[in-house]
Protein backbone atom coordinates (compact mmCIF):
# COMPACT_ATOMS: atom_id res chain seq x y z
CA UNK A 1 0.00 0.00 0.00
CA UNK A 2 0.76 4.08 -0.40
CA UNK A 3 2.82 5.50 -2.62
CA UNK A 4 6.52 6.30 -3.94
CA UNK A 5 7.30 9.76 -5.41
CA UNK A 6 10.16 11.12 -7.40
CA UNK A 7 11.40 14.83 -8.37
CA UNK A 8 12.85 15.16 -12.00
CA UNK A 9 15.53 17.67 -10.74
CA UNK A 10 16.09 17.94 -6.93
CA UNK A 11 18.52 21.09 -8.11
CA UNK A 12 17.48 24.22 -9.40
CA UNK A 13 19.24 27.98 -10.07
CA UNK A 14 17.11 30.76 -11.42
CA UNK A 15 17.22 34.23 -10.80
CA UNK A 16 14.42 36.52 -9.17
CA UNK A 17 11.96 37.33 -11.43
CA UNK A 18 12.04 34.23 -13.84
CA UNK A 19 10.06 30.99 -13.53
CA UNK A 20 11.66 27.55 -13.78
CA UNK A 21 9.49 23.82 -13.85
CA UNK A 22 10.19 20.26 -12.93
CA UNK A 23 8.45 17.06 -12.99
CA UNK A 24 7.18 15.50 -9.84
CA UNK A 25 6.23 11.92 -10.48
CA UNK A 26 3.50 9.81 -8.26
CA UNK A 27 3.43 5.67 -8.36
CA UNK A 28 0.29 3.52 -6.59
CA UNK A 29 1.98 1.14 -5.21
CA UNK A 30 -1.26 -0.32 -3.67
CA UNK A 31 -4.02 -2.50 -4.65
CA UNK A 32 -6.99 -0.01 -4.88
CA UNK A 33 -7.69 2.82 -6.68
CA UNK A 34 -6.14 5.89 -4.50
CA UNK A 35 -6.65 9.68 -4.57
CA UNK A 36 -2.96 11.42 -4.20
CA UNK A 37 -2.89 14.72 -3.07
CA UNK A 38 0.36 17.13 -3.80
CA UNK A 39 2.01 19.83 -2.04
CA UNK A 40 4.91 21.84 -1.70
CA UNK A 41 6.60 22.36 1.84
CA UNK A 42 9.02 25.05 3.17
CA UNK A 43 9.44 28.56 2.51
CA UNK A 44 9.10 28.01 -1.34
CA UNK A 45 5.11 27.23 -1.18
CA UNK A 46 5.06 31.30 -1.14
CA UNK A 47 6.47 31.31 -4.57
CA UNK A 48 5.46 28.24 -6.48
CA UNK A 49 2.78 26.17 -7.65
CA UNK A 50 1.86 22.65 -8.46
CA UNK A 51 -0.19 21.69 -11.33
CA UNK A 52 -2.17 19.47 -10.57
CA UNK A 53 -2.41 19.27 -7.31
CA UNK A 54 -4.82 16.08 -6.94
CA UNK A 55 -4.54 12.85 -8.88
CA UNK A 56 -6.49 9.72 -9.09
CA UNK A 57 -4.57 6.33 -9.85
CA UNK A 58 -4.73 3.14 -10.35
CA UNK A 59 -3.19 -0.10 -8.53
CA UNK A 60 0.32 0.14 -10.56
CA UNK A 61 -0.46 4.03 -12.37
CA UNK A 62 1.93 6.77 -12.29
CA UNK A 63 1.36 10.31 -13.01
CA UNK A 64 3.60 13.53 -13.00
CA UNK A 65 2.68 16.66 -11.79
CA UNK A 66 4.60 19.80 -12.84
CA UNK A 67 6.05 21.88 -9.70
CA UNK A 68 6.63 25.89 -11.02
CA UNK A 69 9.19 28.20 -8.77
CA UNK A 70 8.98 31.92 -9.34
CA UNK A 71 10.93 33.62 -6.89
CA UNK A 72 9.53 37.54 -7.05
CA UNK A 73 11.85 40.55 -7.50
CA UNK A 74 12.49 41.71 -3.77
CA UNK A 75 14.67 41.64 -1.08
CA UNK A 76 13.00 38.69 -0.05
CA UNK A 77 13.41 35.11 -0.40
CA UNK A 78 17.62 36.10 -0.11
CA UNK A 79 20.13 35.08 -2.29
CA UNK A 80 21.54 31.50 -1.86
CA UNK A 81 19.94 27.86 -1.55
CA UNK A 82 16.23 28.01 -0.21
CA UNK A 83 15.61 24.14 0.55
CA UNK A 84 11.82 22.67 0.17
CA UNK A 85 9.88 19.31 0.03
CA UNK A 86 6.97 17.73 -2.02
CA UNK A 87 4.32 15.80 -0.42
CA UNK A 88 2.51 12.82 -1.84
CA UNK A 89 -0.51 12.32 0.42
CA UNK A 90 -2.44 9.18 -0.07
CA UNK A 91 -6.00 8.98 1.00
CA UNK A 92 -6.02 5.09 1.15
CA UNK A 93 -3.38 4.62 3.01
CA UNK A 94 -1.91 8.13 5.05
CA UNK A 95 0.66 6.29 6.62
CA UNK A 96 2.17 5.28 3.29
CA UNK A 97 2.76 9.09 1.70
CA UNK A 98 6.22 9.72 0.11
CA UNK A 99 8.53 13.08 0.68
CA UNK A 100 11.13 14.39 -1.68
CA UNK A 101 13.58 17.12 -0.95
CA UNK A 102 15.21 19.45 -3.19
CA UNK A 103 17.09 22.92 -3.08
CA UNK A 104 16.37 26.32 -4.78
CA UNK A 105 19.39 28.73 -5.96
CA UNK A 106 18.10 31.91 -5.89
CA UNK A 107 20.46 34.50 -7.93
CA UNK A 108 21.48 37.46 -6.20
CA UNK A 109 20.26 41.19 -7.52
CA UNK A 110 21.30 44.81 -6.60
CA UNK A 111 18.68 47.38 -6.50
CA UNK A 112 19.36 50.57 -4.79
CA UNK A 113 16.86 53.43 -4.16
CA UNK A 114 18.19 56.81 -3.02
CA UNK A 115 15.74 60.08 -2.10
CA UNK A 116 17.45 63.16 -1.05
CA UNK A 117 15.00 65.51 1.12
CA UNK A 118 14.05 68.49 0.59
CA UNK A 119 15.45 68.90 -3.23
CA UNK A 120 15.73 72.78 -2.78
CA UNK A 121 17.09 74.02 0.48
CA UNK A 122 17.60 77.78 1.60
CA UNK A 123 20.09 78.78 4.12
CA UNK A 124 22.60 81.80 4.92
CA UNK A 125 25.48 79.64 5.90
CA UNK A 126 24.81 76.37 5.33
CA UNK A 127 21.26 73.95 4.06
CA UNK A 128 20.77 70.83 5.41
CA UNK A 129 19.12 67.53 3.64
CA UNK A 130 18.04 64.22 4.78
CA UNK A 131 19.68 61.34 2.65
CA UNK A 132 17.64 58.48 2.21
CA UNK A 133 18.97 54.76 1.08
CA UNK A 134 17.23 51.52 0.53
CA UNK A 135 18.41 48.44 0.18
CA UNK A 136 15.87 46.95 -2.50
CA UNK A 137 18.65 43.51 -3.64
CA UNK A 138 17.74 40.16 -1.95
CA UNK A 139 21.73 40.65 -0.77
CA UNK A 140 23.86 42.55 1.76
CA UNK A 141 24.74 46.10 -0.15
CA UNK A 142 28.03 48.15 0.10
CA UNK A 143 27.94 51.19 -1.25
CA UNK A 144 30.08 54.92 -1.11
CA UNK A 145 28.33 58.03 -1.23
CA UNK A 146 30.14 60.47 -3.05
CA UNK A 147 29.68 64.53 -4.03
CA UNK A 148 29.50 66.52 -7.35
CA UNK A 149 29.73 70.07 -7.43
CA UNK A 150 30.51 71.57 -11.12
CA UNK A 151 31.06 74.92 -9.94
CA UNK A 152 33.16 74.14 -6.70
CA UNK A 153 31.20 76.17 -4.01
CA UNK A 154 30.00 73.94 -1.74
CA UNK A 155 31.46 71.77 1.10
CA UNK A 156 29.90 68.25 1.97
CA UNK A 157 29.46 67.26 5.26
CA UNK A 158 28.25 63.80 5.77
CA UNK A 159 28.74 61.48 8.88
CA UNK A 160 30.24 57.98 7.39
CA UNK A 161 30.46 57.98 3.67
CA UNK A 162 30.67 54.45 3.15
CA UNK A 163 27.31 52.26 3.60
CA UNK A 164 26.25 49.06 4.94
CA UNK A 165 22.84 47.66 4.31
CA UNK A 166 21.17 43.91 4.85
CA UNK A 167 18.11 43.35 2.38
CA UNK A 168 15.28 45.22 2.70
CA UNK A 169 16.49 47.78 5.08
CA UNK A 170 16.73 51.85 5.59
CA UNK A 171 19.47 53.99 6.04
CA UNK A 172 18.78 57.46 6.76
CA UNK A 173 21.51 60.55 7.66
CA UNK A 174 21.61 64.29 7.60
CA UNK A 175 23.68 65.83 4.72
CA UNK A 176 25.12 69.68 5.67
CA UNK A 177 25.92 71.88 2.69
CA UNK A 178 27.97 74.91 3.07
CA UNK A 179 29.02 77.80 0.45
CA UNK A 180 32.76 78.35 0.42
CA UNK A 181 32.13 82.20 0.10
CA UNK A 182 29.00 83.86 2.27
CA UNK A 183 27.96 87.74 0.84
CA UNK A 184 26.36 90.42 3.23
CA UNK A 185 23.79 92.03 0.41
CA UNK A 186 22.61 91.15 -3.13
CA UNK A 187 20.36 88.49 -4.77
CA UNK A 188 19.96 84.75 -3.97
CA UNK A 189 22.63 82.27 -5.48
CA UNK A 190 21.61 78.66 -6.74
CA UNK A 191 24.10 76.41 -6.08
CA UNK A 192 23.40 73.14 -7.71
CA UNK A 193 25.11 69.64 -7.14
CA UNK A 194 24.77 65.72 -7.34
CA UNK A 195 24.74 63.29 -4.39
CA UNK A 196 25.95 59.56 -5.63
CA UNK A 197 25.19 55.90 -4.12
CA UNK A 198 27.71 53.47 -6.05
CA UNK A 199 27.24 50.24 -4.81
CA UNK A 200 30.46 47.71 -5.26
CA UNK A 201 28.35 46.09 -7.47
CA UNK A 202 25.54 47.18 -9.88
CA UNK A 203 24.79 50.43 -11.03
CA UNK A 204 25.01 54.01 -9.26
CA UNK A 205 22.06 55.68 -8.81
CA UNK A 206 21.89 59.46 -9.10
CA UNK A 207 20.05 62.48 -7.32
CA UNK A 208 20.29 66.15 -7.95
CA UNK A 209 19.25 69.02 -5.18
CA UNK A 210 20.07 73.09 -5.10
CA UNK A 211 21.30 74.89 -2.11
CA UNK A 212 19.68 78.61 -2.71
CA UNK A 213 22.34 80.77 -0.47
CA UNK A 214 20.69 84.05 0.93
CA UNK A 215 22.95 87.24 1.59
CA UNK A 216 23.92 87.67 5.41
CA UNK A 217 22.19 91.40 5.62
CA UNK A 218 18.23 90.86 4.37
CA UNK A 219 17.36 93.66 2.05
CA UNK A 220 14.73 94.49 4.63
CA UNK A 221 17.33 95.61 7.35
CA UNK A 222 18.46 97.90 5.57
CA UNK A 223 14.45 99.09 4.01
CA UNK A 224 14.26 99.32 8.16
CA UNK A 225 16.62 101.01 8.84
CA UNK A 226 16.53 103.70 6.64
CA UNK A 227 13.15 104.38 7.17
CA UNK A 228 13.51 104.45 11.06
CA UNK A 229 16.35 106.98 10.53
CA UNK A 230 13.92 109.51 8.39
CA UNK A 231 11.42 109.34 10.96
CA UNK A 232 13.75 109.72 13.84
CA UNK A 233 15.04 113.10 11.53
CA UNK A 234 11.51 114.39 11.57
CA UNK A 235 11.02 113.80 15.19
CA UNK A 236 13.94 115.62 16.31
CA UNK A 237 13.19 118.64 14.04
CA UNK A 238 9.49 118.64 15.01
CA UNK A 239 10.51 118.43 18.73
CA UNK A 240 12.96 121.23 18.85
CA UNK A 241 10.46 123.28 16.70
CA UNK A 242 7.19 123.05 17.24
CA UNK A 243 6.30 120.40 20.20
CA UNK A 244 9.07 121.56 22.85
CA UNK A 245 8.17 125.53 23.03
CA UNK A 246 4.41 125.15 23.07
CA UNK A 247 5.01 122.16 26.24
CA UNK A 248 7.24 124.64 27.58
CA UNK A 249 4.34 127.51 27.15
CA UNK A 250 1.39 125.46 28.53
CA UNK A 251 3.37 124.26 31.78
CA UNK A 252 4.89 127.42 32.78
CA UNK A 253 1.18 128.69 32.23
CA UNK A 254 -0.36 125.97 34.11
CA UNK A 255 2.26 126.32 36.94
CA UNK A 256 1.19 130.00 37.74
CA UNK A 257 -2.57 128.80 37.90
CA UNK A 258 -2.40 125.88 40.23
CA UNK A 259 0.63 126.91 42.45
CA UNK A 260 -1.59 128.92 45.37
CA UNK A 261 -3.98 125.88 45.61
CA UNK A 262 -1.09 123.85 45.52
CA UNK A 263 0.85 125.37 47.85
CA UNK A 264 -2.09 124.86 50.59
CA UNK A 265 -2.69 121.12 49.78
CA UNK A 266 1.22 120.74 49.86
CA UNK A 267 0.98 122.25 53.60
CA UNK A 268 -2.07 120.07 54.43
CA UNK A 269 -0.98 116.73 53.33
CA UNK A 270 1.99 117.18 55.57
CA UNK A 271 0.08 117.45 58.58
CA UNK A 272 -2.15 114.58 57.04
CA UNK A 273 0.96 112.27 56.33
CA UNK A 274 2.62 112.88 60.30
CA UNK A 275 -0.51 111.79 61.61
CA UNK A 276 -0.90 108.62 60.13
CA UNK A 277 2.67 108.04 60.53
CA UNK A 278 1.83 108.31 64.06
CA UNK A 279 -0.44 106.07 64.54
CA UNK A 280 1.26 103.58 62.19
CA UNK A 281 4.18 103.66 64.76
CA UNK A 282 1.92 102.35 67.07
CA UNK A 283 0.23 100.05 65.77
CA UNK A 284 3.74 98.38 64.97
CA UNK A 285 4.69 98.58 67.79
CA UNK A 286 1.72 96.26 69.01
CA UNK A 287 2.04 94.19 66.27
CA UNK A 288 5.18 93.60 67.07
CA UNK A 289 4.63 92.72 70.43
CA UNK A 290 1.62 90.61 69.58
CA UNK A 291 3.22 88.08 67.01
CA UNK A 292 7.26 88.22 67.56
CA UNK A 293 8.43 90.24 64.81
CA UNK A 294 7.35 90.93 60.81
CA UNK A 295 5.61 87.98 59.15
CA UNK A 296 7.04 88.25 55.08
CA UNK A 297 3.69 88.10 52.74
CA UNK A 298 3.77 84.63 50.63
CA UNK A 299 4.15 85.12 47.03
CA UNK A 300 2.46 83.16 44.63
CA UNK A 301 4.57 82.08 41.40
CA UNK A 302 3.33 81.38 37.72
CA UNK A 303 2.86 77.96 36.64
CA UNK A 304 5.26 77.41 34.02
CA UNK A 305 3.80 76.52 30.54
CA UNK A 306 5.73 74.04 29.29
CA UNK A 307 7.82 71.13 31.70
CA UNK A 308 11.25 69.43 30.01
CA UNK A 309 11.16 66.08 30.03
CA UNK A 310 13.96 63.23 29.13
CA UNK A 311 13.89 59.70 28.58
CA UNK A 312 16.12 56.73 28.54
CA UNK A 313 14.76 53.41 27.58
CA UNK A 314 18.01 50.45 27.96
CA UNK A 315 16.54 47.07 26.04
CA UNK A 316 17.64 43.67 26.43
CA UNK A 317 16.30 41.43 23.50
CA UNK A 318 17.19 37.95 23.70
CA UNK A 319 18.07 36.77 19.56
CA UNK A 320 14.92 35.66 17.59
CA UNK A 321 14.41 33.62 14.48
CA UNK A 322 11.53 34.68 13.37
CA UNK A 323 10.13 38.38 11.96
CA UNK A 324 8.79 39.45 15.63
CA UNK A 325 9.50 42.08 18.18
CA UNK A 326 10.11 42.70 21.87
CA UNK A 327 9.10 45.76 23.37
CA UNK A 328 10.44 47.93 25.94
CA UNK A 329 9.53 50.79 28.44
CA UNK A 330 6.40 51.47 27.17
CA UNK A 331 5.09 54.48 28.46
CA UNK A 332 1.78 56.24 28.43
CA UNK A 333 1.10 60.09 28.27
CA UNK A 334 -2.07 60.60 30.27
CA UNK A 335 -2.13 64.05 31.47
CA UNK A 336 -0.50 66.04 29.14
CA UNK A 337 0.69 66.06 25.32
CA UNK A 338 4.50 65.16 24.59
CA UNK A 339 6.38 67.40 21.91
CA UNK A 340 9.35 65.08 20.58
CA UNK A 341 12.24 67.38 19.64
CA UNK A 342 15.77 65.04 19.85
CA UNK A 343 16.17 61.25 19.61
CA UNK A 344 19.50 59.39 20.68
CA UNK A 345 19.98 55.57 19.54
CA UNK A 346 22.84 53.78 21.04
CA UNK A 347 23.97 50.54 20.02
CA UNK A 348 27.48 50.33 21.79
CA UNK A 349 28.14 46.44 21.42
CA UNK A 350 27.30 46.10 17.59
CA UNK A 351 24.05 44.22 17.80
CA UNK A 352 22.76 43.23 14.30
CA UNK A 353 18.96 43.17 13.96
CA UNK A 354 15.77 45.72 13.77
CA UNK A 355 14.29 48.70 16.20
CA UNK A 356 11.62 50.68 16.11
CA UNK A 357 10.23 53.98 16.94
CA UNK A 358 6.57 53.78 17.43
CA UNK A 359 3.15 55.67 18.24
CA UNK A 360 0.95 53.25 19.68
CA UNK A 361 1.14 50.40 16.97
CA UNK A 362 2.22 52.51 14.13
CA UNK A 363 6.10 52.47 13.39
CA UNK A 364 7.24 56.27 13.38
CA UNK A 365 11.29 54.95 12.79
CA UNK A 366 12.66 52.24 12.06
CA UNK A 367 16.46 51.37 11.92
CA UNK A 368 19.02 48.33 10.71
CA UNK A 369 21.13 47.87 14.49
CA UNK A 370 24.11 47.33 12.14
CA UNK A 371 24.28 50.86 10.89
CA UNK A 372 24.56 52.47 13.60
CA UNK A 373 26.51 52.64 16.99
CA UNK A 374 25.59 56.31 18.18
CA UNK A 375 22.87 58.26 16.19
CA UNK A 376 21.14 60.84 17.00
CA UNK A 377 18.80 63.55 14.83
CA UNK A 378 16.92 66.64 15.96
CA UNK A 379 13.46 67.55 14.50
CA UNK A 380 12.95 71.44 14.05
CA UNK A 381 8.93 70.51 14.28
CA UNK A 382 8.60 68.34 16.79
CA UNK A 383 7.01 64.54 16.84
CA UNK A 384 3.68 65.43 18.69
CA UNK A 385 2.38 62.41 20.94
CA UNK A 386 -1.58 63.56 22.04
CA UNK A 387 -2.64 62.45 25.72
CA UNK A 388 -3.55 58.88 25.51
CA UNK A 389 -0.61 58.06 22.97
CA UNK A 390 1.88 55.62 23.86
CA UNK A 391 6.01 55.46 23.10
CA UNK A 392 7.20 52.34 22.43
CA UNK A 393 10.47 51.02 22.13
CA UNK A 394 10.86 47.73 19.42
CA UNK A 395 13.75 45.38 18.95
CA UNK A 396 14.25 42.18 17.25
CA UNK A 397 17.11 40.52 18.26
CA UNK A 398 19.45 39.09 15.21
CA UNK A 399 22.70 38.16 16.85
CA UNK A 400 24.16 34.40 16.70
CA UNK A 401 24.99 32.43 18.93
CA UNK A 402 22.05 33.46 21.57
CA UNK A 403 24.16 37.04 22.12
CA UNK A 404 21.35 39.77 23.58
CA UNK A 405 20.92 43.02 22.14
CA UNK A 406 21.52 45.58 23.77
CA UNK A 407 20.62 49.22 22.48
CA UNK A 408 19.17 52.32 24.04
CA UNK A 409 17.00 54.79 23.42
CA UNK A 410 17.01 58.63 24.94
CA UNK A 411 14.14 60.66 24.03
CA UNK A 412 13.73 64.51 25.30
CA UNK A 413 11.38 66.92 24.17
CA UNK A 414 8.61 69.01 26.46
CA UNK A 415 5.31 68.49 27.80
CA UNK A 416 2.41 71.48 26.82
CA UNK A 417 -0.88 72.10 28.53
Request: aromatic residues 6%; neutral net charge.
Amino acid sequence: MGVTASLADAQLRLEPGNAASCGFTVLNNGTVVDQVTIDILGEVSAWSTVEPETVNLYPGESATATITFSPPRASEPLAGPVRFALRATSREDPAGSAVEEGVVEVGAFTEVSTTLTPRRAHGRRRGVFKLFVVNRGNASLNATVSFEDPDEMLEFRLRRRKLHLAPGLLDQRRLRVAPRRRYLRGPEQHHSFRVTVAPDHGEPTLTDAVLVQQPLLPDWVLATATATAVLLVAFVAMWFSVLKPNIKSAASNAVDAQMSPLAAAVDKAQRQAQAASNAAGHAGAALGKGSGGDAPAPANAAPALTQPVDYRIQADSAPRSGNGFDTFAVRAQRAKPLDVTDIQLQNPAGDVGMVEIRRNSTVWLRFGLQNFRDYDDHFVVPVRFNKGDTVVFAVSCKNPAGKHCTPALTFSGRTTP
